[in-house]
């Protein structure tokens, strides 16, 4: 299968990154139908433009009409969702998804899923600190980066597809990795700023602190504000590499921090050097 | 002494922040002369229309005439300065700072200033991660907070004086702390982010990482590229309150690392939640 403007595009869950994903494909000519659990959220949809049909009930033609469904759910959700209702796809059916954590929920849905049936998991690496398809909005792909993580039940005709869909949406870097190393490096780059984030503001309860604040401050809490029920069950699914990457954390703070009781101007220098030659490489690419 | 347009001031350290002062008060009619180390920046100066004047050597009547001098130095450097030519101010000269950390400067410059000039300190919560005059932008101040933090060695009209220099600088949020709760915020909003920033950079050096990133973790490293003459001072010079909120810090992350580690789903989001609520305060205001 080849993705083009008449492929049959489902979106289950129509929340920020569902109805982001919608409204991308939409506004490039797509038609886009969704099941999502509240009917506001479908007629939000309908009425932004966003999906040309939507249904809060598991419509079995819906289902097996669609070519390409695109799960936008909680990991658990995801995975239930499989459990329940996969007698529904057609063979040849490609599935993808949006979850965060890969390896507790790619092996699992590939190990359950109808061999007719592919599923080749993807990671939009974007996203808003609110929830919900009123916040959903396609700009946040630009730059973005979009991770495609097979295994070796995967074919290269699905993996094409799925990077051609990463292009469609917008995103400026498309690449592949394994499941297990995408879960390393989400362990890192992500759950453990989040986890930073919400240390950060919990750790200080000190009133009018507001009132004086600078930007550096708010950009290190800006992602605080999170969607607890969905990072606690990302957290847990990525439960080993995100310990480790917390441990590597806490043993280099409590170097710097020793550094500063003891009075060694040198080394933190050193340290401060060194974080900033690195950061250069993280300048966000200019378009 | 009342802050007009004809007052005659001086700015010491032509760098990011003096710069940003220059440019501000220039554009808002003021004449403004300074004293910094580099011939460069003082050209910069002159053809940026930040200064009206400028020399590499401090000048006797030029440190005379001045009725209020501003230094932007380094806090080493602004006592050495003191030391070295307090001699040279005019009988009730007015001086003020920029100092991110205050009791350690301001007792000490206090103590040994004479009594016919008075020092108020004062702390722009604005800044940029670069440092050097060809990056001072006074739009930094829009919407920012500037904090006095005067002794009782102060007067009421020197206070207002300074106050009244914020207000022309653009600052939103014109306030006063004792220097000792000044270094307390400091300690957590400013220097901690910082020390987090440069650890969260240097903890992980797997290569390409950059290739997978998304915008949290560039937010919350963005301050890891860090002037590390200037910040190892400013912590030195901060150190017991920098490592209470360390040790905070690390308590409460360790709190929630243990969560993780014993499954512990409900406690993480009962973080997550109070992590959120608490956020909301220190959005940006709305100009």
Chains 1, 2 share one sequence.
């Not at 929830?131 to 700009?139: H, R």
């Not at 990077?163 to 990795?177: D, M, N, T, V, Y």
Request: glycine share 6%.
């Amino acid at each position: 299968m080849k993705l083009t403007k008449e492929t049959k595009i489902l979106i289950i869950g129509l929340g920020v990154m569902g109805g982001s994903y919608a409204k991308a494909l939409t506004d490039k000519g797509y038609s886009v139908k969704c099941i999502t659990r509240e009917s506001s959220d479908i007629r939000y949809g309908l009425e932004h433009g966003m999906i040309c049909y939507g249904t809060t009930e598991v419509e079995p033609d819906l289902v097996s009409e669609a070519e390409m469904v695109i799960f936008a759910l909680y990991p658990g959700a995801f995975i239930k969702w499989i459990e329940d209702y996969q007698h529904l796809f057609s063979k040849g059916t490609v599935i993808t998804d949006v979850t965060g954590v890969k390896s507790e929920v790619v092996y699992k849905i590939q190990g359950i899923l109808r061999d007719d049936v592919e599923y080749i998991p993807a990671h939009p690496m974007a996203g808003r600190e609110r929830s919900g398809v009123e916040f959903a909005d396609p700009s946040v792909f630009n730059g973005a980066n979009y991770i495609v993580t097979p295994t070796e039940k995967n074919t290269l005709e699905a993996i094409k597809l799925c990077k051609a869909l990463g292009e469609e949406l917008g995103f400026l870097r498309i690449s592949e990795l394994t499941p297990h190393a995408h879960d390393e490096m989400i362990a890192f780059l992500s759950q453990l700023t989040h986890i930073i984030a919400v240390t950060l503001m919990n750790c200080n309860d000190s009133e009018d602190l507001e009132k004086y604040t600078g930007d550096s401050f708010r950009d290190l809490t800006r992602i605080a504000k999170i969607n607890d029920r969905m990072w606690s069950e990302l957290f847990l699914m990525n439960k080993t590499a995100l310990l480790t990457e917390m441990d590597r954390f806490i043993e280099e703070f409590t170097e710097f921090r020793n550094y500063l009781a003891n009075g060694d101007g040198k080394r933190m220098r050193e340290k401060m050097r060194s974080s900033s030659a690195r950061r250069t490489l993280f300048d966000k690419p200019v378009k």
